[in-house]
């Protein structure tokens, strides 16, 4: 879409990071019948994309990101790449893994509205995270932000190991493969289990573990789990 310019200084000026961009022109259209003061001025597959048509006067107060694009880029990144640019983020997106969420609006999004919420709700949304304020947009939508699984934090070497054993793979192949020994994978896993200990959430054996770092996002091995990864 080409960027819009038209408006005054009271418009508020939007930009949508998402790859459905079918999506995005429904936005634009209903921004046009039901918000007067929101203008859908650029949208993007990626946030490189973005920032390399954002620039001066015509860049986005603020910015919806969907959380999972064809990239594979970083959440926190992205996020962390926008406030940079001086937008305010807010995410927009099907994805309901509240460890994806979390790790957003720990780098400053400013708000969650899910796609499946009436777009009422996303006009609501832009007017008041272009204040600076949060939003949340459903009772679902705040189950999301208020999860305790998405208070568990996992460092990137345990995720690894996780996301190794998730895909069948026997201790003792991690641990040549990530060049450690096979008690330290062991170590892993534990303190795993152990972060989640400490966000009130109990997890018995691995395939447990497993299958709720996968549910929650901390990795994605794809749509099918194998036969370990399910409780």
Excluded: W
């Amino acid at each position: 879409m080409e960027p819009d310019t038209t408006g005054g200084d009271d418009v508020i000026k939007v930009a949508a990071v998402d790859d459905h961009p079918v999506l995005l022109d429904g936005i634009a259209a209903h921004f046009a019948r039901h918000g007067p003061d929101i203008r859908l001025v650029a949208t993007a597959e990626d946030v490189d994309e973005l920032l390399d048509t954002q620039t001066g006067d015509d860049a986005a107060s603020v910015v919806l990101l969907d959380l999972r694009l064809r990239d594979g880029s970083d959440i926190a990144s992205n996020v962390r790449r926008l406030r940079a640019a001086g937008a305010r983020v807010l995410v927009y997106t099907g994805e309901q893994r509240p460890a994806l969420v979390r790790r957003a609006l720990d780098e400053g999004a400013l708000g969650l509205v899910l796609k499946e919420d009436p777009p009422d709700r996303l006009v609501q949304a832009i007017r008041t995270v272009d204040t600076g304020e949060m939003y949340v947009s459903s009772r679902l939508a705040h189950s999301i932000v208020s999860d305790p699984r998405g208070r568990v934090r996992l460092s990137a070497r345990q995720a690894q190991v996780l996301e190794l054993i998730a895909k069948g793979l026997p201790y003792t192949d991690i641990a040549c493969k990530l060049h450690i020994n096979e008690e330290t994978v062991h170590t892993h896993r534990k303190r795993a289990v152990e972060a989640y200990a400490k966000a009130g959430e109990q997890v018995g054996g691995t395939g447990e573990l497993v299958y709720r770092v996968v549910a929650d996002g901390h990795i994605d091995i794809g749509p099918d789990l194998p036969e370990q990864a399910r409780p």
